[in-house]
Nanobody
Framework: QVQVVESGGGLVQSGGSLRLSCAAS????????MGWYRQAPGKQRELVAR???????NYADSVKGRFTISRDNAKNTAYLQMNSLKFEDTAVYYC?????????WGQGTQVTVSL
């Protein structure tokens, strides 16, 4: 069993910052990719950023230059530093963990950016 737990969401004013954390635990072998996805009301879930085991990253165009993904392999933890937040960043943010046992998702954390 693999558990994925996100934390760090909340309410922030436009232009502000938040840092999300994602911790994976349980019977985990060789985490390959960790990623952050988001889903706004009425929209499909979309990739925000992901990071491979070697540190290679890719980002959605909408967050490039504002968001930074990082990971601590020893702790099976990923982070998403979000700066210069915009109203349109409002969504539920989900962490995805891809490992040899499969792909696992967290329950999500709400990020709300006020105008």
């Amino acid at each position: 069993q693999v558990q994925v737990v996100e934390s760090g969401g909340g309410l922030v004013q436009s232009g502000g910052s938040l840092r999300l954390s994602c911790a994976a635990s349980g019977t985990i072998f060789n985490i390959n990719t960790m990623g952050w996805y988001r889903q706004a009301p009425g929209k499909q879930r979309e990739l925000v950023a992901r990071i491979g085991s070697g540190g290679l990253t890719n980002y959605a165009d909408s967050v490039k230059g504002r968001f930074t993904i990082s990971r601590d392999n020893a702790k099976n933890t990923a982070y998403l530093q979000m700066n210069s937040l915009k109203f349109e960043d409002t969504a539920v943010y989900y962490c995805m963990v891809a490992c040899t046992r499969g792909i696992f998702w967290g329950q999500g954390t709400q990020v709300t950016v006020s105008l």
